[in-house]
């Protein structure tokens, strides 16, 4: 993995779990790797709008489709080890 893919996936975990953490700082790191504005933006939306859309799903009490039911979970993400 490139260090660029790297820092905006480590960037989109903080988005993810602490989104109050996030600062105009990381959006500098990210530049600095090379990710460009407009890129940062759309990488911000995609971000959030995944997490706006599972927790209005869960907060509805939307469930699973039958085929997730019996899956089993997700490991974490290897780059956040």
Same mark, same amino acid.
């Given at each position: 993995?490139? *260090?660029k893919?790297r820092?905006?996936l480590d960037?989109?975990?903080t988005l993810?779990?602490r989104?109050a953490? &996030?600062?105009e $700082?990381? @959006? @500098?790191k990210?530049r600095c +790797? /090379?990710?460009?504005d407009?890129?940062?933006? $759309? $990488? &911000? %939306?995609? +971000?959030?709008y995944f997490? %706006?859309?599972?927790?209005v799903?869960d907060g509805? /009490? @939307? *469930?699973? *489709? $039958?085929?997730?039911?019996n899956?089993?979970?997700?490991p974490? &993400?290897p780059?956040t080890a």
């Open positions: 993995m490139s *260090d893919l820092a905006l960037w989109s975990v993810t779990l989104p953490a &996030c600062t $700082a990381d @959006v @500098v990210l +790797v /090379g990710w460009t407009p890129q940062i933006s $759309a $990488a &911000c %939306f995609v +971000v959030s997490n %706006f859309i599972n927790r799903a509805l /009490g @939307v *469930d699973q *489709d $039958a085929s997730m039911q899956a089993p979970p997700l974490p &993400c780059w």
